[in-house]
């Protein structure tokens, strides 16, 4: 609606300037007729036109010109136009072929997807140099497990400034306090057919959540179709989610939470939910300690699952 209003506003004040403009050569070339001017030795009638029309030219091309010096898209208008189309054109043939591309080609590695299993630990206390030197091993090596692992990948293609990235990354690791993990991920949707694409990312491996502390609780309903097993898996659903939210744990190191043990037994739950009656609470607690290396080693995150009911 807005575009519109000021294109009819341009359309009104061009026919405004045009009026303008016709109405003072008319006027200048009627001064000149009745002083019966000429030029070149021209009938004062012909003069008087030419005057006219000479005025008009001149009177638009000033206007036309202080446009263009007052304005970036007039003279974007008047000189860059065609260019312009011709990127918009080219952009929209872009985005057709990676709508296609998104729509019939299968995707291999989606964005922030580890592309290997393979993680490096930079050591708490370490220099630069060993970081520097770890952080390089560990890239060397990813390249040469992704160009054998992705066969329907074309094979990566380091960077010219690899090594300044790879120094730079090393450098920020902060291992004041706590070792640093470093994972390759995926740094775009990779089709089938892409060259390989990834990058590296680095966690701190602290602390998350103490052995025996709360992650996460939820509120059940008691009944005859209450269900313990459908429970359990909501309650680790919100494990995950809140060691992400609460915790700023990377997604990349949840792992899948696994009830080591019930208390009381799944059994028991069972029966406290189907007999029971107001409100009870299952809560997870954690197993062990929680750090984001963890998951790494199992793929599970243990926690002790314990239902009570509300006073």
Avoid at 71 to 91: C, G, P
């Amino acid at each position: 609606m807005r575009d519109t209003l000021t294109g009819i506003g341009f359309i009104l004040l061009i026919a405004a300037l045009a009026g303008g403009i016709a109405y003072v050569g008319d006027r200048v070339g009627h001064q000149v007729g009745r002083k019966r001017l000429t030029l070149f030795g021209i009938r004062p009638r012909y003069t008087s036109t030419i005057v006219a029309i000479g005025t008009g030219v001149v009177i638009a091309l000033i206007v036309t010109l202080g446009a263009i010096f007052a304005s970036n898209e007039v003279k974007t208008a008047f000189f860059t136009l065609r260019t312009i189309n011709d990127q918009i054109a080219a952009l929209k043939a872009q985005a057709a072929a990676l709508e296609t591309k998104v729509n019939d080609t299968q995707i291999v590695l989606p964005l922030n997807q580890p592309v290997s299993v393979n993680v490096a630990r930079l050591p708490k206390g370490s220099s630069v140099d060993q970081r520097e030197k770890m952080v390089r091993d560990f890239y060397a090596s990813t390249v040469a497990v992704v160009n054998t692992s992705y066969p329907q990948l074309k094979p990566f293609q380091p960077p010219a400034d690899v090594s300044a990235q790879l120094d730079l990354l090393a450098q920020k690791a902060d291992v004041t306090d706590n070792d640093v993990l470093v994972i390759a991920v995926a740094d775009r949707n990779l089709f089938v057919g892409d060259h390989i694409h990834f990058a590296l990312d680095i966690f701190s491996d602290s602390l998350k959540v103490k052995s025996g502390d709360a992650i996460a609780t939820m509120g059940i309903t008691p009944g005859p179709t209450a269900n313990v097993g459908l429970a359990y898996a909501q309650l680790q659903q919100h494990v995950a989610e809140v060691l992400v939210t609460q915790k700023k744990m990377s997604p990349l190191f949840i792992g899948t939470p696994r009830v080591t043990r019930t208390l009381p037994s799944i059994d028991e739950m069972q029966k406290m939910l189907t007999t029971g009656h107001g409100t009870f609470v299952m809560t997870a607690f954690a197993g062990a300690d929680i750090y984001p290396h963890t998951a790494l080693q199992t793929g599970q995150l243990p926690i002790v699952v314990v239902l009570s009911q509300q006073p």
